[in-house]
């Protein structure tokens, strides 16, 4: 216990609560937020959420050739990958510090 009384802890659970809150908040906002990966010069672009959910693929009519779909997976792999390495540096930007403000180096379930 504080020497003094409740009041302390009261402010603390206050600010834990309003931390809380705050994070709920940016994780709602990266739910809804689109982020674009894209690969080949642009021939393939993938939409995901901040959240990493994919939402969208884009694929140019220019990298479809029926004999090499191989190169085509590639370019999607590698569009969906860009997108998902931005959205995780927006889920770094927006969380990173109210994670640290929570006392913990990471939320469960995301990458940092």
């Known amino acids: 216990m504080f020497p003094g009384g409740g009041a302390d802890m009261q402010q603390l659970l206050q600010q834990a609560q309003k931390m809380q ?3 709920a908040q ?3 906002e990266l739910a809804e937020t689109p982020v674009e990966g ?3 010069n642009g021939l393939v672009k993938a939409v995901v959420t901040g959240a990493g959910e994919l939402k ?3 694929i140019d009519p220019k ?3 029926p004999d090499d779909t191989e190169t085509l997976a590639d370019l ?7 997108a998902n390495d ?3 540096q927006l ?3 927006k969380l990173g510090p109210l994670a640290q403000g929570m006392g913990g180096g990471g939320l469960p379930g995301l990458p940092f």
Do not use: I, K, P, T
């Open 63 to 65: 990298a479809v050739d």
């Open 86 to 88: 931005n959205a995780q």
């Open 91 to 93: 889920q770094q930007a």
């Open 21 to 23: 809150q705050d994070l």
């Open 56 to 58: 969208a693929l884009e």
């Open 38 to 40: 894209s690969a080949g």
């Open 76 to 82: 999607v792999v590698a569009a969906v990958r860009a």
């Open 26 to 28: 940016a994780q709602q």
